[in-house]
């Protein structure tokens, strides 16, 4: 047997301590999730021990009308608050990356009040805002029921969109901009045909943000609901107060996979991150720049 | 004979407190390679920011054709641009970059095709059309940003900084393009740049700028040969200044007599500062030349100039061989250093100076520049 040659200066991946950090991360990271997956195909109620393999809990997962009906709900809030909050996100990012206005530092520190703050504050904050300042009507058909949940989930994600979108607008260019004006463009069609192309790749990084953090957005929610307007999270929280069946494991996993379906494929429509997130950089020469 | 294209009437440009462009009035003709040059700061940036309508003027007024267009958005002006940074739209090709003017412009498409692909024929990029702008060289890139401002047929193309960023044989190479592209097209190039070969080797004129005045605008020849101010001597090519007074101020002759140097500067020709006035003598380095000195031999004889003028003795202490031309150092009695530059006409047999060597500097009379300020 051919003996291996020593690890050199800088593998420290053919070295035991950095294999064993990995495997402890990885263990860390993924194990829960797993044994979530494999337990969703328990054939047990109580779902403790190992019983055998059976589908018939994603069965009674999908005839679950109220799962089904908070998963829907989920899924619109997410999509609507996931469209207001790019809107209202990339615009606050385009006044504060183009002009200079009175208050700009206090508008700036304010805007990353939601992402800091402990989302408990800001749950109770919901539901005293909800209850006093703006009561939400009740009993509004679908999916206008979802109103408040939708402006409170609106309301602490478009803080994360402005911040990527700022992010990137900091290697924009912007003698691009002067470039399409000097050869005869609008200032609409500029923002059309320069800016917003350059700021695509961070709009589509921050809806996933925003999708992802109403979808599994638990504590602001669970202020703001009622009872004809739960979650899936909330459900979920309902349902393993009593037991935690294979049920939800199975529900669970379905949003997992749903997840990473779409992430992937968001990935692929992003394409290779290297040249569109500020791989122009270097040819075009930003100047003027703080 | 020419027609003016660009006034500029008392333009002054402030950021604030800062006075950027300074009471300009300028005035540009068709069909001229007008260069803006300075150091950087200078204002000359903003001037040009100005004319294509990303700046407005605090004061004064910029005419196009006679027509005030201070308060003209820079989409609705008949100029177009080259940028520094060549701002070539990175997520379109090469041909949609070009086309994007006249699109916008809505030139029918088989019109607008046909146009593109001349233009990029003009900048020897034809058939380069479907490429990314991340696959062109910087000199590429630079061409598309050239076709798709001349593409639009503006009355004045304005470039800023166009050659900076290319490596020195490209730079080079691209100064004759220009050149030639602008007799091709027939349309007023207007030019910024710091370098002041480029605007010589460019320019049919230049104004000078310093600290957002004009300093001088003239032919490069003039610049170089006849500069105005001590500024333009020293900014255009190198030069050496021996501040003096002039002691002899008539039609056909004048003397300046200057502490730094042993001898009188003698000109041909007179200067109308009169006598005892304070001025400044500007002595190229290529005008000046180097005589052997021997110890007991009579020093060389010039014959434009009287006897104890136009020539000094120094030590050679520092030599720069550049190849077509060497620049000596020499130190002449006093301390005070004299730059001097000579052609190295041929390759081995031309007379050598050696470090530490005592040698005499002679010029003619109708070398130096007499300059008031």
New interface residues.
Partial sequence: MAKRSAPGPLEYLRRWPLQLWLAGVGIFLYAPLVALMVFSFNDSRRNIVWQGFTLKYYEKALNNASLIEAFVNSLTIAAVSTFLSLILGALAALALWRFRFPGKAGFDGALALPIVAPEICLGVAMLVFFAKVLPWPQGLPWPLNLGAIIIAHVSFSFPFVAVVVRARMASFNRELEEAARDLGASEWRTLKDVILPHMAPSLIAGAFLAFTLSLDDFVITFFTSGPDTVTFPVKVYSMVRFSVTPEVNAASTILIVLTVVLTAIALKVQGDPASTAGGHAALDRPKNRP | MSKPIITFENVTKRFGRMVAVDNVSLTIDEGEFFCLLGPSGCGKTTLLRML???ETPTEGRILIDGQDISNV????RP???V?????????MSVADNVA??LK??RVPAAERDRRVEEALELVQLGGLGSRK??QLSGGQ?QRV?LA??LI?RPRVLLLDEPLS?LDAKLRDQMRTELCTLQETVGITFIMVTHDQDEALALASRCAVMNRGLLQQVATPNDLYEFPGSRFVADFIGSVNLFEGVLAVDEQDQAVVRSPELPADIYLDHGVTGGRGATVWAALRPEKIELHKYTPGQPPPVLDDSPAGSNLVRGVIRHESYLGSESTYDVEIAGGRRVRVLRSNLTRWDQEDFALGEEVWLGWHACSPAVLLN
């Avoid at chain 2, 940028?83 to 997520?91: D, E, M």
């Fill in positions: 294509a309508g990303f958005p820079p989409n609705r100029v177009n641009m940028f520094q940074s060549y701002a070539v739209f990175p997520h994007y003017g916008i412009d702008p991340d890139r940003a798709r401002a639009k960023a």
